[in-house]
C-alpha cells in the first residue's frame, strides 16, 4: 500500500497558474506510475496526466500544452504545474500511485492508492 497526499489547491483567476504537489510513501517510488486526476462538479473523473519513473509522460488532451507534469524521485514527489488556467479547468484534483502496463491509457481502475484531493478554483 502507498499513501499519497497531494497539496497546492486554491483559488486562482483565469489565466492564471497553480503547482500542485504529492508526495507517496510506503512504496517502492521508484517503481510506480504517478498521476493525476480530476474531476470537475457533475462530471466524472478524469485522468490529466501521468508519469513514470524513467520520465516518460503522457497527457489528455484537455490539458496538453498548459500542464506539465515532473517526478523528484529522490523525494517521492511528483508535481503538476498549471498554466493558462481556465474556468472549466475548475475541479478536484488527485493524486494516483499504480503499477500497470497500461498506464498511458489513464485508465481510474489501474491506479489503486489515491489521495484526499485538492480544490482548485478558477475565477472568470
Known amino acids: 500500500q502507498v499513501q499519497v497526499v497531494e497539496s497546492g489547491g486554491g483559488l486562482v483567476q483565469e489565466g492564471g497558474s497553480l503547482r500542485l504537489s504529492c508526495t507517496a510513501s510506503?512504496?517502492?517510488?521508484?517503481?510506480?506510475?504517478m498521476a493525476w486526476f480530476r474531476q470537475p462538479p457533475g462530471k466524472k473523473r478524469e485522468g490529466i496526466s501521468a508519469i513514470s519513473r524513467s520520465n516518460s509522460i503522457v497527457y489528455a488532451d484537455s490539458v496538453k500544452g498548459r500542464f506539465t507534469i515532473s517526478r523528484s524521485n529522490a523525494k517521492n514527489t511528483v508535481y503538476l504545474e498549471m498554466n493558462s488556467l481556465k474556468p472549466e479547468d475548475t475541479a478536484m484534483y488527485y493524486c494516483a500511485a499504480g503499477k500497470t502496463a497500461s498506464w498511458r491509457l489513464l485508465r481510474e481502475n489501474d491506479y489503486l492508492d489515491w489521495g484526499q484531493g485538492t480544490q482548485v478554483t478558477v475565477s472568470s
Open positions: 510506503g512504496g517502492n517510488f521508484d517503481d510506480i506510475i
